[in-house]
């Protein structure tokens, strides 16, 4: 069994954990990104990053030091500069798992969109619309994810997904 340690109390929790037991894999430890070293002192195998854009680099070359196989959420980096630091790190430890967490990038739909982007050839030009509410309750409070300095902001959330659909298998390598 597959024993995971989730760095991230917010869409870590909520969300990765219960699917991760659904799966069938152990979630030993779960923290936040201020104890987050917890989390590579334990038993977990595979670490799953959940926290702002602004602390992926440290968190993951760490756990990748520290023997771990890593999920990074995205946005993976705050620019390239920082993902390219995360790839030198990944290509560092090369018989460890580093792989960015685009789960969208499974949806049959979004499969099939990748297979017939090879059939109409080159992207010129693509539009998305996105309306989030929630982000319109003023009632909420703002946190990292409204903070550009931190990497949040609905472009590398949601707008990552959009990029990474475009891109063809063949792109990705």
């Known amino acids: 069994?597959?024993?995971?340690?989730?760095?991230?109390?917010?869409?870590?929790?909520?969300?990765?954990?219960?699917?991760?037991?659904?799966?069938?894999?152990?979630?030993?430890?779960i923290a936040g990104h201020r104890d987050w070293r917890q989390v590579l002192d334990s038993a977990a195998e595979l670490v799953t990053i959940v926290t702002p854009p602004s602390t992926h680099v440290e968190i993951a070359t760490a756990a990748l030091q520290a023997g771990k196989h890593i999920i990074c959420e995205k946005p993976t980096a705050l620019n390239a500069s920082e993902a390219e630091q995360l790839v030198a790190a990944a290509r560092a430890h090369p018989?460890?798992?580093?792989?960015?967490?685009?789960?969208?990038?499974?949806?049959?739909?979004?499969v099939?969109?990748?297979?017939?982007?090879?059939?109409?050839?080159?992207?010129?030009?693509?539009?998305?619309?996105?309306?989030?509410?929630?982000?319109?309750?003023?009632?909420?409070?703002?946190?990292?994810w409204s903070d550009a300095s931190q990497g949040g902001g609905v472009w590398g959330a949601v707008g990552s997904h959009f990029v990474d659909a475009s891109m063809s298998d063949r792109e990705r390598r």
Do not use: C, T
């Not at 580093?98 to 739909?109: T, Y």
């Not at 010129?124 to 946190?143: F, H, K, L, T």
């Open 112 to 144: 099939e969109a990748r297979k017939r982007i090879g059939d109409i050839g080159a992207i010129r030009y693509a539009e998305v619309r996105y309306a989030s509410p929630s982000r319109g309750d003023r009632s909420r409070p703002w946190n990292w």
């Open 95 to 110: 018989k460890q798992i580093a792989i960015i967490d685009h789960e969208l990038r499974f949806l049959p739909s979004f």
């Open 1 to 29: 069994m597959v024993r995971v340690g989730i760095i991230g109390h917010g869409w870590g929790e909520r969300s990765q954990a219960p699917n991760f037991r659904e799966a069938g894999m152990d979630v030993v430890a």
